[in-house]
Protein backbone atom coordinates (compact mmCIF):
# COMPACT_ATOMS: atom_id res chain seq x y z
CA UNK A 1 0.00 0.00 0.00
CA UNK A 2 2.86 2.55 0.83
CA UNK A 3 4.10 1.70 -2.76
CA UNK A 4 1.46 2.81 -4.47
CA UNK A 5 0.81 5.96 -1.97
CA UNK A 6 4.04 7.01 -3.15
CA UNK A 7 3.57 6.24 -6.85
CA UNK A 8 0.45 8.52 -6.42
CA UNK A 9 2.13 11.09 -5.01
CA UNK A 10 5.39 11.32 -7.27
CA UNK A 11 2.92 11.14 -10.22
CA UNK A 12 0.34 13.80 -9.22
CA UNK A 13 3.52 15.92 -8.55
CA UNK A 14 4.83 15.37 -11.86
CA UNK A 15 1.16 15.96 -13.88
CA UNK A 16 0.79 19.25 -11.84
CA UNK A 17 4.15 20.84 -13.12
CA UNK A 18 4.21 23.85 -15.30
CA UNK A 19 3.34 22.58 -18.74
CA UNK A 20 6.22 25.67 -20.43
CA UNK A 21 7.92 26.36 -23.64
CA UNK A 22 10.93 23.91 -24.92
CA UNK A 23 12.97 25.68 -22.80
CA UNK A 24 10.20 27.12 -20.53
CA UNK A 25 10.37 30.63 -18.73
CA UNK A 26 13.55 31.76 -16.79
CA UNK A 27 13.20 32.18 -12.94
CA UNK A 28 14.43 35.47 -12.34
CA UNK A 29 13.44 36.06 -8.70
CA UNK A 30 11.39 34.49 -5.72
CA UNK A 31 9.87 36.26 -2.24
CA UNK A 32 8.05 34.69 0.46
CA UNK A 33 4.94 36.68 0.96
CA UNK A 34 3.93 33.77 3.95
CA UNK A 35 5.90 32.45 6.23
CA UNK A 36 5.13 28.34 6.81
CA UNK A 37 7.61 26.77 9.57
CA UNK A 38 7.54 23.61 8.14
CA UNK A 39 6.44 23.20 4.68
CA UNK A 40 7.34 25.96 1.62
CA UNK A 41 6.26 29.34 2.31
CA UNK A 42 4.08 30.76 -0.46
CA UNK A 43 6.47 33.27 -2.82
CA UNK A 44 5.68 35.63 -5.69
CA UNK A 45 7.36 34.26 -8.20
CA UNK A 46 9.00 36.85 -11.35
CA UNK A 47 9.53 34.88 -14.72
CA UNK A 48 10.76 35.74 -18.17
CA UNK A 49 9.90 34.71 -21.60
CA UNK A 50 11.08 35.74 -25.15
CA UNK A 51 8.38 36.23 -27.51
CA UNK A 52 8.89 32.82 -29.81
CA UNK A 53 7.82 34.34 -32.95
CA UNK A 54 8.94 37.61 -32.51
CA UNK A 55 12.62 38.37 -31.99
CA UNK A 56 13.22 41.56 -29.93
CA UNK A 57 10.59 41.03 -27.66
CA UNK A 58 10.76 39.48 -23.94
CA UNK A 59 7.91 39.10 -21.43
CA UNK A 60 8.32 39.02 -17.44
CA UNK A 61 5.19 37.75 -15.52
CA UNK A 62 4.60 37.53 -11.73
CA UNK A 63 2.41 34.64 -10.08
CA UNK A 64 1.71 34.49 -6.55
CA UNK A 65 3.12 30.62 -5.73
CA UNK A 66 1.60 28.51 -3.27
CA UNK A 67 3.77 26.91 -0.24
CA UNK A 68 2.16 24.61 2.17
CA UNK A 69 1.52 20.26 2.10
CA UNK A 70 -0.57 21.14 -1.23
CA UNK A 71 1.71 23.34 -2.89
CA UNK A 72 4.58 20.79 -2.42
CA UNK A 73 2.93 18.32 -3.73
CA UNK A 74 1.45 20.39 -6.97
CA UNK A 75 -2.01 20.12 -5.58
CA UNK A 76 -2.90 23.57 -4.59
CA UNK A 77 -4.95 26.13 -6.97
CA UNK A 78 -3.39 28.85 -7.75
CA UNK A 79 -4.90 32.35 -7.89
CA UNK A 80 -5.82 34.04 -11.02
CA UNK A 81 -3.90 37.16 -9.88
CA UNK A 82 -0.82 37.43 -12.43
CA UNK A 83 0.99 40.59 -14.11
CA UNK A 84 2.52 41.26 -17.15
CA UNK A 85 5.45 43.38 -18.49
CA UNK A 86 6.58 42.92 -21.86
CA UNK A 87 9.32 45.02 -23.71
CA UNK A 88 10.72 45.70 -26.78
CA UNK A 89 14.68 44.17 -25.73
CA UNK A 90 16.52 44.71 -29.39
CA UNK A 91 15.73 44.76 -33.32
CA UNK A 92 11.74 43.51 -33.87
CA UNK A 93 11.96 40.48 -36.48
CA UNK A 94 8.92 38.89 -37.14
CA UNK A 95 9.58 34.66 -37.79
CA UNK A 96 6.81 34.02 -39.25
CA UNK A 97 3.12 35.36 -39.46
CA UNK A 98 1.04 34.64 -36.71
CA UNK A 99 -3.06 34.65 -35.67
CA UNK A 100 -4.79 37.39 -33.37
CA UNK A 101 -4.72 36.16 -29.83
CA UNK A 102 -2.09 33.31 -30.41
CA UNK A 103 -0.42 31.63 -27.41
CA UNK A 104 3.26 32.70 -26.81
CA UNK A 105 3.08 30.90 -23.61
CA UNK A 106 1.13 28.96 -21.58
CA UNK A 107 1.52 26.61 -17.96
CA UNK A 108 -0.93 25.08 -15.59
CA UNK A 109 -2.00 26.88 -12.80
CA UNK A 110 -3.91 23.44 -10.78
CA UNK A 111 -3.65 19.94 -11.46
CA UNK A 112 -6.25 19.44 -14.21
CA UNK A 113 -8.34 22.52 -14.44
CA UNK A 114 -6.59 25.81 -14.59
CA UNK A 115 -4.16 27.31 -17.01
CA UNK A 116 -2.63 30.88 -17.52
CA UNK A 117 -1.98 32.14 -20.73
CA UNK A 118 0.18 34.68 -22.53
CA UNK A 119 -1.08 35.62 -26.04
CA UNK A 120 -0.20 37.79 -28.30
CA UNK A 121 -2.02 40.42 -30.99
CA UNK A 122 -1.26 43.64 -33.30
CA UNK A 123 -2.74 47.12 -32.94
CA UNK A 124 -2.69 47.35 -36.72
CA UNK A 125 -3.04 51.48 -36.54
CA UNK A 126 -0.54 52.32 -33.99
CA UNK A 127 2.06 49.26 -34.93
CA UNK A 128 1.83 48.21 -31.38
CA UNK A 129 2.01 44.42 -30.39
CA UNK A 130 -0.27 43.41 -27.56
CA UNK A 131 0.00 41.13 -24.89
CA UNK A 132 -2.60 39.69 -22.69
CA UNK A 133 -2.25 37.43 -19.90
CA UNK A 134 -5.17 35.74 -18.15
CA UNK A 135 -5.96 32.20 -16.61
CA UNK A 136 -8.80 30.07 -17.26
CA UNK A 137 -10.21 26.81 -16.72
CA UNK A 138 -12.78 24.39 -18.14
CA UNK A 139 -16.29 25.60 -17.11
CA UNK A 140 -15.50 28.96 -15.88
CA UNK A 141 -12.36 31.72 -16.21
CA UNK A 142 -11.61 34.61 -14.33
CA UNK A 143 -11.83 38.00 -15.42
CA UNK A 144 -8.70 38.88 -13.87
CA UNK A 145 -6.03 40.06 -16.22
CA UNK A 146 -3.25 42.27 -17.01
CA UNK A 147 -2.08 43.54 -20.62
CA UNK A 148 1.52 44.81 -22.24
CA UNK A 149 2.03 46.40 -25.19
CA UNK A 150 5.26 46.61 -27.36
CA UNK A 151 5.26 49.62 -29.53
CA UNK A 152 7.62 48.48 -32.72
CA UNK A 153 10.03 50.91 -33.35
CA UNK A 154 13.72 51.02 -34.74
CA UNK A 155 16.58 49.68 -32.68
CA UNK A 156 19.97 50.93 -32.39
CA UNK A 157 21.45 51.45 -36.74
CA UNK A 158 18.48 49.59 -38.01
CA UNK A 159 16.08 52.52 -39.28
CA UNK A 160 13.31 50.29 -41.31
CA UNK A 161 10.62 49.31 -38.83
CA UNK A 162 8.56 45.78 -39.94
CA UNK A 163 4.76 46.88 -39.53
CA UNK A 164 3.19 43.44 -37.30
CA UNK A 165 0.34 44.07 -39.67
CA UNK A 166 2.33 42.85 -42.45
CA UNK A 167 2.52 39.34 -40.19
CA UNK A 168 -0.93 38.80 -39.24
CA UNK A 169 -2.33 36.28 -40.82
CA UNK A 170 -6.32 37.02 -42.35
Given at each position: ?91 IRFKE ?74
Amino acid sequence: MKTVWSALVVGTALLAAPAASADGPDTIMKKSTVWRALTPNDKLAVYGIDDPLVEGVACHYTVPEKGGVKGSLGLAEEVSEISLACRQVGPIRFKEPFEQGDVVFSERRSLVFKKMQIVRGCDAKRNVLVYLVYSDRIIEGSPQNSTSTVPVMPWGAVTETPRCADFVKG
